[in-house]
């Protein structure tokens, strides 16, 4: 069966410090990959997808960036962390088609900037 | 565009009441139609799905019917329990190739025994 797996699943870190989240899936190939940011009581806020190595869609520009260096892998990286950048990370998965295209997401990774 | 609106919460109910949590969609085709929980501190499961009109998705209780001529997939269960207190969020995915999903703003559900 497919898994997904993110870590780490807590994170606090100081403003101005550098991020790499790593989200990584098992038991499948060839995934779409997704991640998102979720504020404090807010909905989901669409940050980047993949739909292949190398291949990274960003949805909203900021000082994020997403790498995919494997196939089931899917990284999430900023050189220098906001206050802003506070929030619930969910890296999702997404395989089928037609009626069988569904979207799974992983456990999460809260991160607090201090 | 697709865009998906939910009632907004938080919604507060006794073990044992009806619920329901209202879900209206805007999309050209034929979307599917699906409802994810959020458990607090946990990423979204997926709860239910719909493919096509008139289907009626259920699991652990919920269930929601795709409404083509309404445009809504409301969630409703029949006897709610504490342990259903969550965040539930309706989504879309669209009948064109490559699109993506759209989620709803997400509906926060307490229960109190």
């Known amino acids: 069966s497919q898994t997904i797996h993110q870590w780490p699943a807590t994170l606090v870190q100081p403003v101005g410090s550098p991020l790499s989240l790593e989200c990584t899936v098992e038991g499948t190939s060839n995934p779409n990959l997704y991640w998102y940011r979720q504020a404090a009581g807010r909905g989901l806020q669409l940050l980047f997808y993949?739909?292949?190595?190398?291949?990274i869609s960003s949805e909203v520009p900021q000082n994020l960036s997403a790498s995919r260096p494997q196939d089931r892998q899917f990284i999430l990286s900023s050189k220098k962390l906001l206050l802003s950048d506070s929030g619930f990370y969910l890296c999702a998965w997404r395989v089928g088609a037609g009626v069988l295209d569904t979207q799974y997401f992983g456990p999460g990774t809260r991160l607090t900037v201090l | 565009g697709n865009s998906v609106t939910q009632m907004e919460g938080p919604v507060t109910l006794s073990e044992e009441a009806f619920l329901t949590i209202n879900c209206t969609y805007t999309a050209t085709g034929y979307p599917s139609l699906f409802w994810y929980v959020q458990y607090p501190g946990e990423g979204l499961q997926l709860l239910l799905k719909?493919?096509?009109?008139?289907d009626k998705g259920s699991n652990k209780g919920f269930e929601a019917t795709y409404r083509k001529e309404t445009t809504s997939f409301h969630l409703e269960k029949g006897s709610v329990q504490v342990s259903d207190s969550a965040v539930y969020f309706c989504?879309?995915?669209?009948?064109?190739?490559?699109?993506?999903?759209?989620f709803g703003p997400g509906t926060r559900l307490s229960v109190l025994p």
């Open positions: 993949s739909v292949g190595i190398g291949q």
């Open positions: 989504a879309l995915k669209g009948s064109s190739y490559g699109q993506n999903f759209v």
């Open positions: 719909a493919t096509k009109a008139d």
